[in-house]
């Protein structure tokens, strides 16, 4: 699934970065609506407003369908048929949009059947991984490879505190495969709303969770999703598939709230790990004593090195505790052990100063 995403570009970044050619090979920048209606934000959950892109046909009649226009919309499609006056009654969760029934639930099939495709734009999105041995869970960041590009002019002007958001602008945007309706309350301005397409997790993917978003992996990918035009439903259902283009790292766990906006929220991190207690010294001797005393057990093998660069998965990096688990056997063991420290330990008479 996909619960969370970061897109905190400035409006006219974010702009640049969707670059695209139009049926005629120029170069184009896509045109807003409401862009006021835009808010950055390093953690959007559902509900919230988001940019996507989409085909200018869906609202100039003559426009071309490669056009392309960016408008906020609200993650959470709303079907065009609710009678509700608040969106948030709505009974079931549109978040997501599985690939294998899309054809199936009417709340997608219908908005999908006309034509009403879009691109969730981000940075990125975050998923939570279950830790080995533990009841916390590890958030990573998951996003496109990224290709490092010189930039002109010099490099004072570049680390300035000024220009930080300008190093983004190279950033390759991550495009998901969406569906959006619009729906018109009894009361008030209409309402565009989208749900983001997911499939079976990339095999990369698959320790973190067993889903992710259906992502468009190139131009070509995104502009046959847009182009509903010109392509069909059929055709453009061939482009949803895992992707194994991506990568990510791990994540500080203030992502977990949805109100924290600030940067720490995708910067990498140390993958959350068991901890043990710190033991005094008599506590040590005691642990090593039962030790040797409790049956052996093979050590487990410490993760080798992965010579081909491929992150390790989280259950590898948590610690294992070296205490025995069962402790019918090492209570006895334990009582006399006790009694054999209060003779061998006993207090040593202080002697008289000479």
């Known amino acids: ?6 897109c905190h570009l400035p409006r006219d970044v974010l702009t640049r970065a969707c670059a695209y050619h139009d049926r005629q090979g ?4 896509p045109q807003w609506r409401d862009p006021d209606k ?3 934000s390093y953690n959007k959950s559902p509900q ?7 085909s200018r046909l869906h609202f100039e009649k003559d426009a071309d369908s490669s056009e392309r226009i960016i408008i906020p919309m609200r993650w959470g ?9 608040d969106p948030s009654k709505l009974q079931f969760n549109t978040t997501n949009c599985r690939s294998d029934t899309i054809m199936e639930k009417q709340s997608f099939k219908v908005p999908l059947g006309k034509g009403r495709r879009c691109v969730v734009l981000a940075d990125g999105f975050y998923e939570w991984q279950r830790c080995q041995g533990t009841s916390q869970r590890q958030p990573y960041f998951i996003y496109f ?3 490092k590009t010189e930039k002109s002019g010099g490099n004072d002007a570049a680390d300035s505190p000024d220009s930080k958001e300008k190093v983004w602008d190279n950033w390759r945007l991550l495009t998901m495969a969406g569906i959006f309706d619009c729906w018109e309350p009894p009361e008030g301005e209409r309402l565009y709303s989208y749900s983001i397409i ?11 969770h067993n889903r992710m978003p259906a992502i468009l992996d190139g131009e070509e990918a995104v502009s046959k999703w847009l182009d509903f035009g010109e392509v069909t439903t ?3 259902l061939q482009l949803i598939h895992p992707i194994d283009n991506i990568t990510f790292h791990p994540v500080s766990s203030v992502v977990n709230n949805s109100r924290n906006n600030t940067p720490e929220c995708l910067a990498p991190a140390g993958l959350v790990v068991k901890k043990e207690p710190k033991t005094s010294g008599s506590s040590q001797r005691m642990m090593q004593w039962l030790a040797t005393k409790s049956p052996k057990k093979e050590a487990p093998e410490s993760p080798k090195k992965d010579e081909s660069g491929v992150p390790q998965w989280s259950s590898q990096f948590l610690q294992k505790s070296s205490l025995p688990t069962k402790r019918g056997v090492t209570s006895g063991l334990l009582d006399r052990w006790l009694k054999k420290q209060e003779k061998e330990e006993e207090p040593v008479t202080k002697r008289p100063r000479s």
């Open 1 to 6: 699934m996909c619960g969370r995403t970061s």
């Open 198 to 208: 997911t499939v079976d997790s990339c095999r990369g993917l698959s320790e973190i």
């Open 26 to 29: 120029r170069q184009q920048l």
């Open 38 to 40: 835009y808010c950055p």
């Open 145 to 147: 490879p990224q290709i």
């Open 234 to 236: 059929q055709e453009a």
């Open 48 to 54: 919230s407003s988001s940019p996507v892109l989409l």
């Open 77 to 85: 499609l709303v079907p065009s048929w609710f009678k509700e006056s």
